[in-house]
C-alpha cells in the first residue's frame, strides 16, 4: 500500500466506522478500486487502523468511560456473544471479507431495512437506563454484523431501538460498545499477524503506514461521530438507507455486467 491507498482507506474508516453504511464494506470496495491486492497485512491494516477510530470516542465521551463500574459491566456483556461468534467462525468471517457481492448484496437490503426503523422502532420508552437484558440483546444483534456491508453500527443501533432506547441513546451505546468489540478484533489480529515471523517481519516494516492510517481514522471519526449524533437525532435513518440501496445496487450492477472494479 501506498501513501495515497493508505489514506483513503483511512478516511473511508474514519467516516464509515459510526455510521449505519457498513465500514468493513466500503473499505472492501474501496481496496477494489483503488487495485490494492489482498494480503495479510492489508486485511490487519483494515482492522487495526479501528484503533483510530476506537479513541476518537474515548477522547469525545471521556466522562462517561470514567463514570462507574457498572458502565464496563454492561459493555462486557454486550460484547461476549461477538467475541464468543468470532473465535468460533473466525476463518468463515475472514472468507467472506474478499466476497464484494456479498457486501453489495447486505448494503441493499440493510438498506431497505433502514427505511423503515424509524416507524416500526422509535418508540422510547420513558426509562432509559442502560440494564443487562437490554446489553445482552444489544450484543447478539451486533453479532450479525460479522456479515460484511450489514454494518456494526447499524446492527447495534436498531438492536437498541428494539429494547426501546432513543435513537441517540442506541447510537451512543454502539459507539461505546464498539471500543471493547474493536479493541479484541484488532488486537486479535495483531497477535494473529506478529506471532508468525514471517507477519512480524511484514508488520515491523509498514509500522509507519498502521501508524498513518490510526492517526487519519482518529480525526476523521471524530468529526462523523458529531455528524451522525446530531443527523440522526433530526431526521433518522432514510437517508442512510437510500444510500446503501444506491451504492449496493450500483456495485452489484457493476459486477453483473462483468466489470473489474479495481480498474475503475
Known sequence: MNLFQTIIIAIVEGITEYLPVSSTGHMIIAQKILG????????????????????????????????????????????????????????????????VFIVA??????????????KWFN?????????????????????IAMIPGVSR???????????????KNAAEFSFFLAVPTMAAASGYKLLKLISDPAGASILSENLMTLLIGNVVAFIVAMAAIKFFIEFLTKYGFKAFGYYRIVVGLVILVLLYMGVDLSVI
Open 153 to 167: 453500527s447499524m446492527a447495534t443501533i436498531v438492536g437498541g431501538m428494539t429494547t426501546k432506547l432513543s435513537r
Open 105 to 118: 448484496l447486505m448494503l441493499v437490503l440493510g438498506g431497505i431495512l433502514m427505511l423503515f426503523v424509524d
Open 123 to 143: 418508540k422510547p420508552a420513558e426509562n432509559q437506563e442502560m440494564n443487562w437484558k437490554r446489553a445482552l440483546k444489544i450484543g447478539f444483534f451486533q453479532c
Open 36 to 99: 490494492i491486492e489482498s494480503s495479510e497485512f492489508v486485511k490487519a491494516f483494515t482492522v487495526n487502523i479501528q484503533f483510530g477510530a476506537i479513541l476518537s470516542v474515548i477522547v469525545l465521551y471521556w466522562k462517561r468511560f470514567f463514570q462507574s463500574i457498572d458502565f464496563y459491566l454492561k459493555l462486557m456483556i454486550a460484547v461476549v456473544p461477538a467475541l464468543v461468534l468470532g473465535f468460533l467462525l473466525g476463518d468463515y468471517i475472514d472468507a467472506m471479507l474478499e466476497n
